[in-house]
Nanobody
């Protein structure tokens, strides 16, 4: 069984920063791309950005410059550093990863975390 668990969300004032973490645990054999998505109330889930296993990143245009994704392959962890936060960044943030499980090396499956809430408000 593979699990993705996010942490680091919370309440932050406009202009502040937060760092989210997402750890893959359980029957993890290998991880290729990892990424972050977010979903605000009443809206569709949207891409924040992705990072490949060798560290290449890409971001949604609206996230470029304020958000940075990184990963530590030794810890099966992906991070999302968010700076200059705005009220419109308020959303549940979800981690996503493509993982080959030790239970079956034939397939790479997509996994999602349960989400962590980020609220930007005074």
């Amino acid at each position: 069984q593979v699990r993705l668990v996010e942490s680091g969300g919370g309440l932050v004032q406009p202009g502040g920063s937060l760092r989210l973490s997402c750890v893959a645990s359980g029957s993890v054999f290998s991880i290729s791309a990892m990424g972050w998505y977010r979903q605000a109330p009443g809206l569709q889930r949207e891409l924040v950005g992705h990072i490949t296993s060798d560290g290449s990143t890409d971001y949604a245009d609206s996230m470029k410059g304020r958000f940075t994704i990184s990963r530590d392959n030794t810890k099966n962890t992906v991070y999302l550093q968010m700076n200059s936060l705005k009220p419109e960044d308020t959303a549940a943030y979800y981690c996503n990863a493509f993982i080959v499980s030790t239970e079956d090396h034939r397939y790479e499956n997509e996994y999602w975390g349960q989400g962590t809430q980020v609220t930007v408000s005074t």
